[in-house]
T-cell receptor, first 114, second 111 residues
């Protein structure tokens, strides 16, 4: 079975500052990794994904993440955040078997203040 | 360009009542999923359907049943609602190993 740990439940940051949201996973097999964002009262929107290839993955809204197999991590970064980035961010992992059930972390609330 | 549509968006039930949450996708995806989201718990998989005609239990299936009506539709039923089932329910769909697409959720309160 897979598991995902998001180390911070909340991350407060000032506008235009850089941010890193941490995600570690455990699995006995190769995995696919995802970051989703959830704005208030909305569903989840895919930010970025790692399926294979380059370990540095770029997503929407200026976010990027780096897959580190040796450290089993997939941390999300943005060099300069905006107020509009305030949302909850979920890291998720799946094992491909023709379909993809996701195992989610508990989420990190990013709070951007002016 | 609807994607994944969930109905209703909000519902209040009394303990013991039954209800069906509806989900439909128009992306021709093979697989569909039901999750519940509770504060501090992330999303937990209730049931999934890898393909039309099949359903399987996820992490938290107790108290729920599902029906994959056709390729487009996947419903979730609460036969006898309990306060512990107060949650936000999300339906999602995907194709092969591609990322899942989510609906906007159903906010369910059970008194």
């Amino acid at each position: 079975a897979q598991s995902v740990t998001q180390l911070d439940s909340q991350v407060p940051v000032f506008e235009e500052a850089p941010v890193e949201l941490r995600c570690n996973y455990s699995s006995s097999v190769s995995v696919y990794l995802f970051w989703y964002v959830q704005y208030p009262n909305q569903g989840l929107q895919l930010l970025l994904k790692y399926l294979s290839g380059s370990t540095l993955v770029k997503g929407i809204n200026g976010f990027e993440a780096e897959f580190n197999k040796s450290q089993t991590s997939f941390h999300l970064r943005k060099p300069s955040v905006h107020i509009s980035d305030t949302a909850e961010y979920f890291c998720a992992v799946s094992v491909f078997s023709g379909y993809s059930t996701l195992t989610f972390g508990k989420g990190t609330m990013l709070l951007v203040s002016p | 360009n609807a994607g994944v549509t969930q109905t209703p968006k909000f519902q209040v039930l009394k303990t013991g009542q039954s209800m069906t949450l509806q989900c439909a996708q128009d992306m021709n995806h093979n697989s569909m999923y039901w999750y519940r989201q509770d504060p501090g718990m992330g999303l937990r998989l209730i049931y999934y359907s890898a393909s039309e005609g099949t359903t399987d239990k996820g992490e938290v299936p107790n108290g729920y049943n599902v029906s994959r009506l056709n390729k487009r539709e996947f419903s979730l039923r609460l036969e006898s609602a309990a306060p512990s089932q107060t949650s936000v329910y999300f339906c999602a769909s995907s194709r092969d190993n591609q990322p899942q697409h989510f609906g906007d959720g159903t906010r369910l309160s059970i008194l």
